[in-house]
């Protein structure tokens, strides 16, 4: 079947911009999760999502991060004006209830000039 | 705070060597330990450990746990080329909602 996808796999965008990051979940996934990686890093946690609870923000770096999932499938995540520090692979990844196994997307690489 | 340290950082073997990867972490009420493959952008699923003691095996890999130690090895035998990737441990906690990470382990094997 299908499993995670990502669009766009690659996003260029001057300092300031606002851009929008796409993932849609394997079908029947009930959690999803929003991570960054940076040049060099290991995987840094941003949010997660648990069908129609309250999502958990605590990894957003600032108030410039925000993500929805609507209908409990596809999310955005949104950077407000972009710095260059933003630049990373923004990866998505979703899980069925049980196992707590996570499936990946192949990822958003986003650089801001 | 969840902590997640492996180790090496980076490790350069040739092909049919055999390679040890290790993970050590700090969990509050620790519920699981992963492994997975980064080659590219998207980390692969390797091995989830639960218990103590238990080796997970899929072919040349193999990984076991060790909860007294608060550690976990990856080894990897007769090693090739197609290995080469960085390594991921993740671990998660009970109630947890997300996976802590740690920075990974390069290894680069060469013909």
């Known amino acids: 079947g299908a499993g995670v996808s990502q669009s766009p796999s690659n996003k260029v965008t001057e300092k300031g911009k606002d851009v929008e990051l796409r993932c849609d979940p394997i079908?029947?996934?009930?959690?999803l999760y929003w991570y960054r990686q940076s040049l060099g890093q290991g995987l840094e946690f941003l949010i997660y999502?648990?069908?129609?609870?309250?999502?958990?923000k605590s990894g957003l770096p600032s108030d410039r991060f925000s993500a929805e999932r609507t209908g409990g499938s596809v999310s955005t995540l949104t950077i407000q004006r972009t710095q260059q520090e933003d630049s990373a692979v923004y990866l998505c990844?979703?899980?069925?209830?049980?196992?707590?196994?996570?499936?990946f997307g192949p990822g958003t690489r986003l650089l801001v000039l | 705070e969840d902590k997640v340290v492996q180790s090496p950082l980076s490790l350069v073997v040739h092909e049919g060597d055999t390679v040890t990867l290790n993970c050590s972490y700090e969990?509050?009420?620790?519920?699981?330990l992963l492994w997975y493959k980064q080659e590219k952008k998207a980390p692969t699923f390797l091995f989830m450990l639960?218990?103590?003691?238990i080796e997970k095996k899929s072919g040349r890999l193999s990984s076991i746990l060790d909860k007294k130690e608060l550690s976990s090895i990856l080894n990897i035998t007769a090693t090739q080329t197609g290995d080469s990737a960085i390594y991921l441990c993740?671990?998660?906690?009970?109630?947890?909602?997300?996976?802590?990470f740690g920075g990974g382990t390069r290894l680069m094997v060469k013909p």
């Open positions: 990844a979703s899980s069925p209830r049980t196992p707590p196994t996570q499936y």
């Open positions: 079908s029947g996934h009930t959690a």
């Open positions: 999502f648990q069908g129609n609870s309250a999502p958990d």
């Open positions: 969990v509050t009420n620790f519920r699981s």
């Open positions: 639960t218990s103590s003691g």
């Open positions: 993740a671990v998660e906690a009970l109630g947890g909602n997300m996976l802590t």
